[in-house]
């Protein structure tokens, strides 16, 4: 009877406790999950309508895969979950006393536990004009536009009568060697080789040049040295020139300067670092490294109540002491921690016990048959690491229809080396170049 | 002997002959095949570098495929034609005496033949102002604005608090009865209705309205009697206001006045006519009717050698001496038909009967198991013409892989409702209307 009374209790409290996730990313969507079908009052906000699956950003990049393969609307994710409530909304800002989120527009949301899980963006340290050039690869946007600078470099090039020109436009440069510079670099090579000997008439393979530049001493870093040494085997073995120890002093529209290298070139792509998002800003806090949210062993804000920051806009530290790396496996198990932590402390009054990172295993891709993974222990690389990479990343889709299409199209391409999604956009500027007036016959 | 040297002669005029196909449509692409792997000089020039499935456009447009499922690198068509060279550029004249095609930037490209096959765009009767807010349904760009805009009406409704808003961005206004027209307005109350019931928390059915505007007195009036009455009655089931005879007096951002109507909107969509590419200029044509170039029995411009059009942008007549309607068929039949007749006449000096239009049958898709075929002698509706409808346009699909993909995508809504492309692109601008300043609880 007094049992009875007290769960009665519980879930009246739970009946009327608002949790707000600002971010569908996946530490937002984890806990959101978590928190579904539940007597929980749950608002995910975020800015996009649709939920990215990362780790394959780099093939709508390089026009292997349609943006809707890799995206789904945060509200089909989520539909499901009847106590769950999702908002497209910019939030400007967090009342911590009023316990409020405010929105761009004048709306505020009110909470009684807020989660941040606003992710990451790119850092230019300090160099925010390079963006312009040098886009990174964390939206569809961005992906888009680096695939339309790549073709049209292309286009121009076939067009183009002077070899140097021809040159420049058929160099791409990638800075940063960090998984996501490597894939950039590996994918560019393989469409590029391909597009040349295929459908251009007046290209030669020769003409094309993919550099990776890092300031580092050595790519991939955070791996272990014989697969470092195994990729950058497999990058050089796929035309792409790597360079390290190189800081990059300037990025403009076609030149990059770095060290007392000047490279004229058609399409860059910034991968050198990211930084947390300015979530911090709105509590007042001065995140650290690059922007991070202090955070408890329970994932909660330090220096706040109820509020909590998952995923790579939180700080929290690993088994050695160190903030975890900006990975999508941390994110997911952080927000799968706290949704399960709220949902049974809300719900059931229990305290969690402190969040335990576990490592799936580390894992980047150069190319073909090319791919490696760290797991701790033990080390994969080349064919089989690549059959293994794209089983998981087939696996980790959001659903059978997007692991169907992908599963096809990544078929299809290893048979014929075609890319599906070669598409530039209308508006894209294009023109011929206009160095001389000249009649082709 | 006598004969074997007429062929050398005929073989190395074929050598020096170079035809320059303008527009990789339907009819430019028909054509450029049928000059593959001969002994000709082809060149293809487009601003574009895909080709486009145009007749399933509508549906990248309303979130059910995605604009890679339906268009095609020109150089991927082309690259296994050795003789044939892609160009990616604007076409700004023709030098009818110097026989050359001026492109954007001071390049002149030399012709012997020269084919004209530019299509066209759509006709705002000199409202050019309207295009804004009222955007056709001609390229990606175009079908990626209107499914954001849609995307987006829906979610600033479920943000709103003011009834009036709600509804007025729930009201999707259409205008043209034509195919184009009839397909998007089945297609978008198909799309509003299963994410209203399945994904929005504060939206009813009853608030969406999806209205098709049509001037004359008759939508899909190309077609018999029996079919347009079916086609009505289909769209009204499926929740769409039919309004005939009324004419856009105005269209401006959010609001379309036609007769005495005025309607509050969140989305307008315009298939009200279409018009002839500017190429008649090139020439100094003004062509008619709406800029088509005329064109003789051999598809050759009128008052010009070595000239031809095909497509939209040609004005061929057909038996009953009207202009032939601006259809894919008509096109294709078109490409192949001036390919062949110039393949022949430059290779073998054979002078090709006139062109002769095959009516293939006209279609229009309302929505679900609702179709529409007219074959001139029979006619055919309802879901056998739907499914009919569905195998050709799989069907005529540029490859195998393609029609893999989209079939499943169909499959998959079929079995689902659900669409797997609702992108709303980071861009795109989204806010909470701002009317007044309240706190969500």
Redesign the interface.
């Known amino acids: 009877m007094a049992e009875a009374s007290l769960r009665d209790g519980a879930e009246s409290q739970a009946r009327s406790s608002?949790v707000v996730i600002v971010g569908a990313g996946f530490a937002g969507l984890a806990a959101a999950r978590e928190l579904g079908n539940t007597a929980i009052d749950v608002t995910v906000i975020d800015?996009?309508?649709?939920n990215l699956f990362q780790p394959l950003l780099y093939q709508v990049a390089t026009a292997a895969l349609?943006?809707?393969?890799i995206?789904?609307?945060i509200?089909?994710t989520l539909?499901r979950y009847r106590n769950i409530?999702?908002?497209?909304?910019?939030v400007i800002g967090v009342d911590a006393v009023a316990k409020?989120v405010k929105?761009?527009?004048?709306?505020?949301?009110?909470y009684d536990r807020l989660v941040i899980a606003t992710g990451s963006e790119y850092n230019y340290f300090g160099h925010d004009d390079w963006r312009a050039w040098a886009p990174g690869l964390k939206?569809?946007?961005e992906a888009r536009l680096i695939r339309q600078r790549l073709?049209?470099a292309f286009?121009k090039a076939?067009?183009s009568h002077d070899p140097e020109e021809k040159k420049a436009l058929l160099t791409s440069v990638i800075i940063g060697g960090g998984p996501t510079g490597v894939e950039m670099a590996g994918a560019i090579a393989e469409l590029g080789r391909f597009?040349i000997t295929?459908?251009?008439?007046r290209l030669e393979p020769d003409h094309m040049r993919v550099i990776l530049i890092e300031a580092g001493p050595k790519i991939l870093a955070a791996f272990p040295d014989n697969l470092t040494q195994y990729a950058l085997k497999a990058l050089e073995k796929a035309g792409v020139e790597v360079m390290t120890n190189l800081p990059v002093q300037s990025v403009t529209n076609g030149e990059v300067v770095a060290g007392s290298l000047r490279i004229r070139t058609g399409c860059v792509i910034w991968g050198a670092g990211v930084k947390a998002s300015p979530a911090g800003t709105w509590l007042g806090i001065e995140g650290k490294p690059a922007g991070r949210i202090p955070v408890g062993a329970d994932l909660s804000v330090t220096g706040f109540a109820d509020i909590y920051a998952v995923g790579d806009t939180s700080a929290a530290l690993g088994e050695d002491g160190k903030p975890l790396p900006a990975l999508a496996q941390v994110a997911k198990q952080q927000g799968e921690y706290l949704g399960k932590a709220l949902r049974q402390g809300l719900l059931e009054g229990r305290v969690a016990s402190p969040f335990q990172f576990r490592n799936r295993g580390n894992t980047a891709v150069i190319g073909r048959n090319a791919a490696i993974f760290d797991f701790g222990k033990w080390t994969l690389k080349g064919r089989l690491a690549w059959f293994l990479w794209a089983i998981v990343h087939v696996y980790l889709l959001v659903n059978f229809?997007?692991r169907?299409?992908v599963s096809?199209?990544w078929i299809?391409r290893y048979l014929t080396r075609?890319r599906?999604?070669?598409?530039?956009?209308?508006?894209a500027a294009?023109?011929?170049?206009?160095s001389?007036?000249?009649?082709?016959?």
Not at 103 to 110: K, Q, R
Not at 198 to 201: K, L, S
Not at 420 to 427: C, K, P, Q, S, V
């Open positions: 608002r800015r996009r309508n649709h349609s943006p809707a393969d995206s789904e609307p509200r089909r539909g409530r999702v908002m497209l909304a910019e409020t929105l761009d527009g004048g709306t505020d949301v009110a939206t569809i946007h073709l049209i286009e076939e067009l597009m295929r459908d251009f008439r229809e997007k169907l299409l096809i199209q299809w075609q599906g999604a070669r598409l530039i956009d209308e508006n294009i023109s011929v170049p206009s001389t007036q000249r009649t082709e016959t």
